[in-house]
């Protein structure tokens, strides 16, 4: 692994990016992000890779990405943190606003485009309570730059603008956006609830979940910014999942 570059201009925003780290290749951004994050004078740090040996997704998947492609990244949180079904609803947000277009969010953290899932966010607790954010973002992959079972799932946005991402500006504006939604939370939940409400697929609609490898089926009726997602079951009474324990089945 090189030493990253120091990026000091042009990607900063107040808290989110107030040092931005750029590597040319490390395992997972998520891993070197957690380095820092055992000082808390790293708040707000942001770690970018144009390629990882070992990205990492949600339910122990792996993250796969060819160099230069996407945009990979880690935020480092050591201090204000939301709690955490508040910070995941605010990232889905965060990453589906800057995504732009017409993104949105398949809960909890999926960012879809025309159907398909463009990004994803890896949330991961440490023992000292910091957080970091994992993001990817498919953006220069053509159809056949997935394997073929992900294929009719995945997307990029290149495919779906049918042009070429500027990733400078969407790193810009996905720091920024992040910062933002942060700052929001800080005052109240309501404005990212509100938001989520906008951009979400599921809401008002019928969603199979497997949660803890159990599967409950029913009408999603909202979301709980402590407990997570507002099932009306199939078999009756109401239920609250949180997003760590969670996956809509497909
Ligand atoms: C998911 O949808 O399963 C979450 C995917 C998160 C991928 C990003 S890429 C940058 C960061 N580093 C990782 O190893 N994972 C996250």
Redesign the pocket.
Known sequence: MLDPDEITAGLRTKRVGSRVLVYDSTS????AAAEYARNKQNDGLVIF?EQ?T??????G?K?L?TRAD?I???IVLTENIPPTELLSLLCAVAVAEAVGISARIKWP??IMLGGR?V????LESKPNGACII???INCHQSKDSFAAELQPIATSIDIETNSVTDRISLARRLLTSIDHWLELAAESGEKVMDQWRNLSIQLGHRVRLIYSGRQFAGNCIGVDPEKGLILQLDTGGIRMFDAAHSTIAR
Do not use: P, V, Y
Not at 28 to 31: A, I, K, Q, R, V
Not at 54 to 59: E, K, L
Not at 119 to 122: E, R, S, Y
């Open positions: 997972s951004t998520n891993d890779a990882q070992a990205g990492r997704g949600r339910a998947n993250w990405s996407s990979l990244c880690s953290n999926d899932k990004a994803g966010i890896l994992g993001i990817g």
